[in-house]
DNA sequence: TGCTAATCGAGACGGTACGTCTAGTCTTTTT
DNA sequence: AAAAAGACTAGACGTACCGTCTCGATTAGCA
């Protein structure tokens, strides 16, 4: 998040400037952490990274491109193996709210959402980011039916998209902060249920 | 949502009039529909309300408070109750993306979801309604207890956050066409697990 | 200027309520010195004279006759009689420009000029007013003819328009600070021309 | 007052585009003489001219600016030299009533005074352009005085703003039709005075 | 004495304009 | 060819006022 060289980039010739590219994904996420989704215009961007309006929009075609890039480029989350698949997801979702708590994330992929809602392109973007990230999640629990802690027939998509929905409704509304506790029951639910036996 | 009468409204006297706020949730929902949350701003719904703009900023300090007010005009949804736990939560669910498919009310909460990631007043009014709701899906689950049919300190709150976040996101990323076999798997995953045993 | 009572005035029946007017035309006073002519607006007299808009349009249809009417409840210019034209003409001056600095009717007639030329009534009612005291002016050049002070087939009317005319433009243009040197001069050379003889 | 080309305008790159800055202020003028000062309004010039507010308040911070300009791309009031005093006061006058009676100067340059009234900058532009007129003006008096037909002493500045108060009145009053005898009496009185002698 | 009629404060109404902000496009100049 | 710079049209933002309207309360004068 360091801020762009005091003197004013340049054209580097006939090719994209990756100092201009860096200026304006830091910009964009600075503003975002700053002025909050509300306050997230290319106007702003361009303004905090000292870039013209045209640079920003040759490079990506709508806010949506802008957001989903700046998520990328943050830290990756980590997924955890520890060869209980209870664990495994408990310590992936505390990861995840860690991540989205104390980092820029957060605020960047609850932008993309919000965009996604009234930008189709953004929408596509979203799906397409998402669809990667579930088989991903998909990843822990297709490595506890390789242990055989899972039952036979069972979706690891729609396993994935459960846990992920529980991720994204409490990034949505600010409940990022739940205790391991809670996580560990709402997994318990998941894999062992709440049928009475 | 009938048009408004062909002559122009008038005040009433030194109280709100109710044609004036009918005409407007009634435009606001058809612009939602018409043109999208893109499309939604105050200025479009005073055009087609025929209302002018302070009518609409006195008595709804915001876009959040309009769009939930016209969310809360909607019709609810009918929470069945069959007597049995997996088949309520199935209808439940069924008639929520019914509901959310076809008439104004998925892109009314859609709107409302994505005003509240830039509109703090937005994100209070959707948690206190939110809080609302989950009270209302927790009793399928307080039911299903009530019926011995489930597990001792299962916390129904919890179980009703999980299936709000499979709507919601399902909701948010225009998946609202499930088919009820993937409904009934889900629901099961949750009522009895996937663990193999 | 004092504050109206207390105590909301109502209607005292089927006929207008001089404290109401009375309050009104206070309040635009107060409002017109405070604020100017730019802020004044019909909705500030009501708040400062609590009365009701309606009130005031009752009585005053525009802007301007609210303001004529305030201008004449102000205090009269002295004219005063010397004996001599020079003296009078200069003593005229000297007290209109006083009264225009030092009291609210300076404010109040370059209003109701600026508003005169928006407001066709405005600039009738001021041409009405502007021909009464014209020939109030007038008088003191009819005193001096009547001294035998004026050459024959003098117009008088023309004479005072040219004396009325440069108050205008100095209040016009905020310069009623003149000293009595600038106009002594003014009118010695209105009296005896400025040619060479 | 020639339309502006059908084709809409556009940037030519990071500078004033004069066509658009023309395209105002014949805009501005068009409304000024359609609809008068009431009816001046930077939305109503924005209307008129195809072009953007901010376009307006970029390059004119206010009304007054844009009124100024619009005023001084008024053709120049031909100031006569016929070598005798009276001649040049009276020719000077018939041609400034002519020019603001017949021209759309008069409205205007009475609407640049109004504004005056109620805006602190429009009052200080009018003060600067009053100022730079006197002086003009009183060029007609220094060349008499070269010719030796004015006075010892006489401050030209001052009869300058003899006569431009009488004119400003009457063009705030609508009296702009008075005839040549009556111009040429006035300035009689100014040279010769009216004393008996 | 009870009814009528006009007045009062109050404030909502549909509108228009304000001055600012952003969107997305365009062109010129510089590298 | 791509960069910055910044102007361009367009239109939304939230606020202030406009002039009109309807209300409920008030009170004088007429019946």
Same mark, same amino acid.
Not at 125 to 142: F, N
């Given at each position: 998040?360091?801020?762009?060289?005091?003197?004013?980039?340049?054209?580097?010739?006939?090719?994209?400037?990756?100092?201009?590219?860096?200026?304006?994904?830091? $910009? /964009?996420? +600075?503003?975002?952490?700053? #002025?909050?989704?509300?306050?997230?215009?290319?106007?702003?961007?361009?303004? &905090? @990274? !000292?870039?013209?309006?045209?640079?920003?929009?040759?490079?990506?075609?709508?806010?949506?491109?802008?957001?989903?890039?700046?998520?990328?480029?943050?830290?990756?989350?980590?997924?955890?193996?520890?060869?209980?698949?209870?664990?495994?997801?408990?310590?992936?979702?505390?990861?995840?709210?860690?991540?989205?708590?104390?980092?820029?994330?957060?605020?960047?992929?609850?932008?993309?959402?919000?965009?996604?809602?009234?930008?189709?392109? $953004? /929408?596509? +973007?979203?799906?397409?980011? #998402?669809?990667?990230?579930?088989?991903?999640?998909?990843?822990?629990?297709? &490595? @506890? !039916?390789?242990?055989?802690?899972?039952?036979?027939?069972?979706?690891?998509?729609?396993?994935?998209?459960?846990?992920?929905?529980?991720?994204?409704?409490?990034?949505?509304?600010?409940?990022?902060?739940?205790?391991?506790?809670?996580?560990?029951?709402?997994?318990?639910?998941?894999?062992?249920?709440?049928?009475?036996?």
């Amino acid at each position: 998040m360091a801020e762009a060289a005091e003197t004013a980039r340049k054209s580097i010739g006939a090719r994209r400037n990756p100092q201009s590219a860096d200026a304006i994904l830091e $910009a /964009a996420e +600075a503003v975002l952490v700053e #002025a909050g989704y509300a306050g997230f215009s290319i106007e702003a961007v361009a303004r &905090r @990274a !000292r870039a013209g309006k045209p640079t920003i929009y040759r490079w990506w075609p709508s806010k949506a491109a802008l957001l989903l890039e700046v998520y990328q480029r943050g830290k990756r989350v980590e997924v955890p193996d520890t060869g209980k698949l209870d664990d495994d997801l408990v310590g992936f979702l505390k990861n995840l709210f860690f991540h989205w708590r104390e980092t820029s994330s957060g605020s960047v992929f609850r932008s993309l959402i919000a965009e996604a809602q009234s930008d189709e392109s $953004a /929408a596509l +973007a979203l799906a397409g980011y #998402a669809a990667g990230r579930r088989s991903h999640t998909g990843e822990i629990i297709e &490595r @506890a !039916r390789a242990r055989g802690e899972i039952a036979a027939g069972i979706d690891a998509a729609l396993v994935a998209d459960l846990v992920a929905s529980y991720a994204w409704r409490h990034l949505l509304t600010n409940q990022l902060d739940e205790d391991e506790a809670t996580l560990r029951r709402m997994v318990g639910y998941l894999l062992r249920g709440i049928e009475a036996r």
